[in-house]
């Protein structure tokens, strides 16, 4: 006779599952994304995808059905999954950002990007020059000193620097200018790390970030503004010389 599972057994068992689930649909979709199933094909068979992911068959059932909520794929009773088109995909979801990212540039969404960027981030700017709280002031010169003592790791650089923007975005007590940061994170991320890597010599950023912060501390809305928009003509340079790279 098969003794119980023990209390401990029990109580791990359910935490497994979701998180299996949610790698395999991130693999799954990595391998769209990066064209191994191109737009218009179908997906191997379930029992396929079952081989080649390593796991059960409700695993991929679900994983399709996040996929399909999510515009990647579109299932289809006795003919298969088939793969959509990218304008159909919701962009503007994390997680399909989050696959996409390695991929931005293949989908030219690096471009797309920064025009968002260019309508939000200076509008919100002056927001925050008369709305930020003196914390929050404290909290954008702090990304910018980590943005500093980081200026010789990308890696470490990108984070901060997205750290400062998403601060910036919430200072400006907009509410969907800080929902979009949120939606945009993961894109947003990819951006900085291709603007970031391209321009290593981060000296004239950093000296246009600080200036953000000194006009949020001044109140000076007009500075606030005209800085960022200086933060993305450097942007906007530096995307360009990444494409040249290619």
Avoid at 118 to 137: D, K
Avoid at 157 to 162: C, K, P, S, V, Y
Wanted: hydrophobic share 40%; charged share 30%.
């Amino acid at each position: 006779m098969q003794s119980a599972p023990r209390r401990d057994e029990k109580a791990s068992a359910p935490e497994r599952r979701p998180r299996v689930r949610r790698n395999v649909t991130a693999a799954i979709a990595g391998d769209i994304c990066a064209n191994r199933y191109p737009a218009g094909t179908l997906l191997p068979r379930e029992n396929d995808l079952c081989d080649l992911y390593g796991v059960s068959r409700t695993v991929i059932r679900e994983s399709l059905k996040v996929l399909e909520s999510k515009g990647l794929v579109r299932g289809r009773p006795r003919i298969g999954t088939t793969v959509c088109d990218k304008d159909e995909w919701n962009i503007l979801d994390q997680d399909v950002l989050e696959w996409m990212g390695p991929h931005l540039g293949d989908f030219d969404l690096l471009a797309s990007i920064l025009e968002a960027r260019r309508t939000i981030e200076p509008a919100a700017a002056e927001y925050a020059a008369s709305r930020a709280s003196t914390q929050e002031i404290a909290d954008l010169e702090e990304a910018w000193q980590r943005m500093q003592s980081a200026s010789d790791d990308s890696e470490a650089f990108t984070e901060a620097d997205l750290l400062f923007h998403t601060v910036l975005l919430k200072a400006s007590h907009n509410q969907v200018f800080h929902r979009l940061s949120s939606a945009i994170h993961a894109a947003l991320k990819f951006a900085l790390h291709a603007s970031n890597v391209a321009m290593p010599d981060h000296r004239e950023a950093l000296a246009l970030h600080g200036k953000v912060v000194e006009a949020l501390r001044l109140r000076d809305a007009s500075g606030a503004r005209d800085c960022v928009n200086r933060i993305l003509d450097l942007a906007k340079r530096d995307l360009t010389a990444a494409g040249r790279t290619k």
